[in-house]
Nanobody, 121 residues
Framework: QVQLVQSGGGSVQSGGSLRLSCAAS????????MAWFRQAPGKEREGVAA???????TYKDSVKGRFTISQDNAKNTLYLQMNSLQPEDTAMYYC???????????????WGQGAQVTVTS
């Protein structure tokens, strides 16, 4: 079992920055792939960024160049640095972990509790 506890999020004006964190505990050796997803009201959950145990990353096209996913293996913590935030980035953001090569597919076994990100214009 893996437990994921998120922190960060909040409200920011357009063009601002926020950082999300996701601390993993438990059977963390199973976290070969970790990712960030988001879900806006009335919309499906979508993958934002993902990273594997070697540090390879992938991003949703609309966040490339603005968001950066990273991980601190010593702290078992995943991060999402979000810059140049826009109102369309407003959503509940979730971290996720799995041993399978899922990248941005929303089929991860383990999920964080979610953190609201609100961007005002």
């Amino acid at each position: 079992q893996v437990q994921l506890v998120q922190s960060g999020g909040g409200s920011v004006q357009s063009g601002g920055s926020l950082r999300l964190s996701c601390a993993a505990s438990g059977d963390t050796y199973s976290n070969s792939y970790m990712a960030w997803f988001r879900q806006a009201p009335g919309k499906e959950r979508e993958g934002v960024a993902a990273i594997d145990s070697l540090g390879h990353t992938t991003y949703k096209d609309s966040v490339k160049g603005r968001f950066t996913i990273s991980q601190d293996n010593a702290k078992n913590t995943l991060y999402l640095q979000m810059n140049s935030l826009q109102p369309e980035d407003t959503a509940m953001y979730y971290c996720a972990a799995d041993r399978r090569e899922l990248w941005l597919l929303p089929r991860y076994a383990y999920w964080g509790q979610g953190a609201q990100v609100t961007v005002t214009s």
